[in-house]
């Protein structure tokens, strides 16, 4: 089959990124970095383990009671002078932020890099109503440039090389950039600094909010967050419900286990904890704080079959440990979230039928499970979506009637020992010197790149049952 | 040492492409003592069909193995990836009681091979078939579903006449996975391309791995480059001294 052909569109994009090999080389180098400096990190913690247990153990305990967790966070925000809103939907808190902004009268917002802001598609909504959002993470500014989405959880601009990065740089900037990430750096610093004094509204997302002390948590690298958080009029913080979580205490839990599973750093360089609006007195701060509570599908799967990836810390660790994803990226997966655990995340927000085809873009080798900091069995999660995906028949056709056909023969020895001997029949003009290199049709999908062993002239069944001395 | 008994779970990988084996399996257990019996109409343990989605299909072929096996002393599984289906997944895909129960002690009877011979049996030392220098692939279910990358090693570092040699990214998946191996044949292939390449730097004569469907893959991604490198199965490594 040539490509095209059969070929879902899942599996196409998947093929051009295969091709893309500038795409190819930044993904080897970033993923194997950051492969590396996890184990590093982990090696250096013993208690680490523990601590993972101990963090998923909060996030299902938390979970448990999820209603009145957001109830203490709401009275706890509102207390220090907040607003809190509640979205159900992308649309709606689309339309909260882009209200906030049009009422503050804001002509400009600056981001901190969030992952929830991306999934409800906020810049598209911000521009349409005449607010220019500026992306300040570096990764977010450069893809902001590109006119492109994210395509990793915490480095949204992996697939770039610096090469690719400095010509971005000199096209849109319209100045000399040199393909070194430092200088590339203090370009995008100098570019930046004069919007975070220029604009009206500052907007994040939220790696954790603390429900008993109305704390809104950032952890970051580059200190563009505090910026964000500080120096705007207003602040709008946008989160998924699921990020609540009990007390400070429960947050040190995650906080000590987050960098080191994310960059392999022991903590990231910055940490921001922030409470409402500036109070009488403070020097710094917005004058209006809000902050959005996002459903966006969560809550339906509190008692759903993806419960457990509600407890996802956005870390990214999974993503570069899968072979997947290290081969072809984020953008070819098509949705906000890629990699194994966006996969869970898009059927959650996207109902299953939307990942039909990604169900399936997983050998299930289980690298993911094991590199998640809250252990959470995407494997696992990946099989019941193909289940469902069979059982609602979203599946085609052709497929269920081949494995329901798979099922028979393997349900019945005398089908199966058939299945055998019309193997060996209809292998013979393609077997040669024990291997067979060239089958046609839907078979060529293996043997395109790989040759197959041939169906063995005993097999070991009837070895067994005609040799003596095997059975001696 | 005492008299034992083990059914050979033969898998249907190995009964269909790969024979020798089990043959020697069989060969290997009788001269340590161990009296080998393989149940007859074994077909599969299921798991292609229960990573698919189609779990009702695969709980009736659960059905049928775990009632092949129910005499079994030791139950011994070439592939680590069957063995796994076997001990984690039939007792939750058997709802119903008696069978149910018969399936969880099936499931603490059942050993992938080279935890057969190590943490059963005792053994480790063995002479190799093929000498020259081996590198091991750590299969994805055997590591991380089964959480066993020892006993190979030990039995590949003692075993004479072959030098164990490592294997960079040894526990990356070789990109087979079953049905995405042909559904995302080119991701697949180019998951193989980058494990080959890592097997071909060791400069080893042999990859040995303990999983049928590894082998499969990473054997094909090899002879298709015509490489020097053979993908054999350990039990193949350990049946020498004829």
């Known amino acids: 089959m040539s490509d095209g052909e059969l070929a879902t569109p899942f599996r196409q994009r998947a093929g051009g990124a295969l091709k893309d090999t500038f795409l190819q080389e930044a993904l080897t180098i970033a993923t194997t970095k950051f492969i590396g400096l996890r184990r590093e990190a982990f090696a250096g913690f013993p208690e680490g383990e523990a601590l993972r247990d101990q963090a998923r153990a909060i996030k299902e305990a938390t979970l448990q009671e999820l209603d009145r967790h957001l109830e203490t966070l709401i009275a706890s925000v509102e207390r220090l002078g907040g607003h809190v809103h509640y979205a159900a939907t992308s649309a709606e808190a689309r ?12 002509r400009m917002a600056v981001k901190s890099k969030s992952m929830a802001t991306e999934e409800i598609h906020l810049n598209e909504a911000l521009e349409a109503a005449g607010i220019t959002p500026v992306e300040t993470d570096l990764g977010e500014y450069i893809i902001q440039l ?10 949204p601009a992996i697939h770039k090389t ?19 990430p430092e200088a590339l750096t203090r370009i995008a ?8 004094l220029q604009a009206d509204l500052g907007i994040t997302g ?34 998924g419900v699921e990020k609540v979580v009990p007390s400070l205490t429960d947050l040190m839990v995650f906080l000590a ?8 750093q022991k903590l990231s360089v910055y940490t921001s904890l922030v409470q409402g609006p500036r109070r009488a ?41 899968c072979p997947v994803y290290r081969q072809i990226g984020g953008h070819a997966y098509g949705y906000t979230y890629p990699g194994p655990i966006g996969i869970l995340l898009t059927a959650m927000m996207e109902g299953t039928a939307a990942v039909k085809d990604l169900a399936h873009a997983s050998s299930l080798c289980g690298a993911c499970a094991d590199a998640c900091p809250v252990r959470i069995d995407i494997p696992r999660m990946l099989i019941d979506l193909r289940r469902e995906v069979d059982e609602r028949k979203i599946a085609p056709w052709t497929e269920r009637v081949a494995f329901k056909l798979l099922a028979r023969v393997l349900h019945h020895p005398r089908l199966y020992r058939l299945a055998a001997r019309a193997g060996r029949l209809l292998q013979r003009p393609f077997a040669d010197d024990g291997r067979i290199s060239r089958l046609p049709l839907f078979f060529s999908e293996w043997t395109r790149t790989r040759d197959l062993p041939p169906v063995a002239s005993r097999t070991f069944q009837e070895r067994w049952a005609s040799d003596k001395d095997l059975r001696a | 040492m005492t008299q034992r008994r083990a059914s050979l779970m033969v898998t249907c990988l190995g009964d269909l492409f790969f024979p020798e084996v089990g043959v020697s399996i069989v060969r290997l257990l009788r001269k340590l003592g161990v009296t080998v019996d393989v149940p007859a109409n074994q077909t599969c343990c299921g798991l292609p069909l229960f990573n698919s989605g189609y779990h009702a299909e695969a709980a009736a072929v659960v059905r049928r193995t775990v009632s092949l096996f129910k005499d079994s002393e030791h139950v011994v599984v070439p592939s680590g990836s069957c063995a796994w289906m076997v001990k984690h997944e039939y007792p939750g895909l058997l709802a119903d009681g008696a069978l149910a129960r018969e399936s969880e002690h ?15 049996l005792g053994v480790t030392e063995f002479t190799s078939a093929v000498p020259g220098r081996v590198t091991y692939h750590d299969s994805c279910h055997l590591l991380r579903g089964l959480h066993e990358s020892q006993s190979p090693r030990t039995l590949l570092d003692k075993l004479k006449g072959a030098e164990l040699v490592p294997l960079t990214d040894a526990d990356e998946c070789c990109g087979f996975g079953g049905s995405f191996a042909v559904r995302l044949p080119e991701v697949s292939s180019q998951i193989l391309a980058k494990k080959v390449a890592n097997v071909e730097a060791t400069g080893a004569d042999c990859l040995v791995a303990c999983d049928a469907g590894c082998l499969m893959q990473m054997g094909g991604g090899l002879t298709r480059k015509r490489s020097r490198v053979r993908a054999l199965h350990l039990a193949e490594l350990l049946d020498g001294d004829r």
């Open chain 1, 95 to 106: 339309s909260i932020v882009v209200d906030i902004a049009r009422r503050t009268g804001a």
């Open chain 1, 189 to 196: 610093r100098g570019e930046l600094r004069e919007k975070f």
């Open chain 1, 206 to 239: 939220a790696n954790f909010a603390v429900a008993d002390t109305g704390t809104i948590v950032l952890v970051t690298n580059e200190g563009n967050g505090r910026m964000v958080t500080s120096l705007p009029r207003v602040h709008v913080a946008v989160m």
């Open chain 1, 162 to 180: 610096k090469g690719q990065v400095a010509e971005l740089f000199s096209r849109e900037l319209k100045r000399p950039a040199e393909p070194d």
């Open chain 2, 106 to 120: 099936l499931a603490a009877r059942t050993h992938e091979f080279s935890q057969f011979l190590v943490r059963v």
């Open chain 1, 146 to 155: 590109a006119h492109e989405r994210p395509s990793h959880i915490i480095a």
């Open chain 1, 281 to 321: 007195g403070e020097l710094e701060g917005p004058e209006e704080f809000h902050l959005v509570l996002l459903d966006g599908g969560r809550i339906a799967q509190i008692g759903g079959p993806l419960r457990e990836a509600l407890s996802c810390l956005r870390c990214g660790a999974c993503l570069n440990v």
């Open chain 1, 257 to 264: 286990i987050l960098a080191k599973s994310a960059t392999g």
